[in-house]
């Protein structure tokens, strides 16, 4: 069935935007105003960016394939700023990241303080990312399985625009509904999120040891 969304010029996004996507009304949930706010309410975007010459040391840089179903899931190395390539965007532990690009692959995480080899480095992601940090001392790691719920994720699908790379704005993001009932389970859900975390990298490191013990035998074998 054919969607059909109305607008009066004065009533078209500014400047003029004619795209059919904007004003997709599968953009916007059947919320009441009195029962729910919106997201920009209790986070920051973080927009802090890092470029390839400035000398910052050790970095662990995020790509979108780094982050995947509310998870960091990389396998790198750090290395020196001089070598992050292009202009990168800072994250801190805490924060929640979510790409703008193809919302459909799940690329949302909650950034833990144990991410395998980041050590001392400083965490920089990719400018595909949103970064979305608490703006006061309340954890938002609840906004992980948030983001990945399903009607939110069918507002963010409906929320691309453009053809060859569907990317969706901050405002999509930022002007999410979260529901009152939701948010008053804010500090339960957090703490769920991050002890699963920690459950996922403890899983994580006792794979890694036992795949260096494989290595440490291979190695006696052939030595």
Do not use: W
């Given at each position: 069935m054919?969607l059909i969304?109305?607008?009066?010029r004065?009533?078209l996004?500014?400047p003029v935007?004619?795209?059919?996507?904007?004003?997709?009304?599968?953009r916007?949930?059947?919320?009441?105003?009195?029962?729910?706010?919106?997201?920009g309410?209790?986070?920051?975007?973080v927009r802090?960016?890092?470029?390839p010459s400035t000398d910052?040391?050790?970095c662990f840089v995020?790509?979108?394939?780094?982050v995947?179903?509310?998870?960091?899931i990389?396998r790198?190395?750090?290395v020196?700023?001089?070598e992050?390539?292009?202009a990168?965007?800072?994250v801190?532990?805490g924060?929640?990241?979510?790409?703008?690009?193809?919302p459909?692959l799940?690329?949302?995480?909650?950034v833990?303080?144990?991410i395998?080899n980041?050590k001392?480095?400083?965490?920089?992601?990719?400018?595909?990312?949103f970064?979305?940090?608490?703006?006061?001392d309340?954890?938002?790691?609840?906004?992980?399985p948030?983001?990945?719920?399903?009607k939110?994720?069918?507002?963010l699908?409906?929320?691309q625009e453009?053809?060859h790379?569907?990317?969706f704005?901050?405002?999509?993001?930022?002007?999410?509904p979260?529901?009152?009932k939701?948010?008053?389970?804010?500090?339960?859900?957090?703490?769920?999120?991050?002890?699963?975390?920690?459950?996922?990298?403890a899983?994580?490191?006792?794979?890694?040891?036992?795949?260096e013990k494989?290595?440490?035998a291979?190695?006696a074998?052939?030595?």
């Amino acid at each position: 069935m054919a969607l059909i969304s109305i607008k009066s010029r004065a009533r078209l996004a500014s400047p003029v935007i004619l795209a059919p996507e904007r004003y997709d009304p599968r953009r916007k949930l059947d919320t009441k105003r009195d029962e729910a706010i919106e997201l920009g309410e209790i986070v920051i975007s973080v927009r802090k960016m890092v470029q390839p010459s400035t000398d910052i040391g050790q970095c662990f840089v995020l790509d979108t394939s780094d982050v995947r179903e509310g998870i960091v899931i990389a396998r790198k190395q750090p290395v020196v700023s001089r070598e992050i390539g292009s202009a990168k965007k800072e994250v801190k532990p805490g924060d929640v990241i979510i790409s703008r690009l193809r919302p459909y692959l799940r690329q949302v995480a909650f950034v833990d303080e144990d991410i395998p080899n980041v050590k001392n480095s400083r965490i920089l992601c990719s400018t595909e990312f949103f970064i979305l940090r608490s703006i006061d001392d309340l954890s938002v790691a609840f906004l992980m399985p948030f983001l990945l719920s399903t009607k939110i994720q069918d507002v963010l699908k409906a929320s691309q625009e453009g053809g060859h790379h569907p990317r969706f704005i901050e405002s999509a993001l930022l002007t999410l509904p979260i529901p009152k009932k939701l948010l008053s389970q804010r500090t339960t859900i957090s703490e769920v999120v991050k002890n699963s975390i920690q459950m996922y990298r403890a899983s994580e490191k006792a794979i890694a040891d036992m795949i260096e013990k494989s290595d440490d035998a291979l190695s006696a074998e052939g030595g």
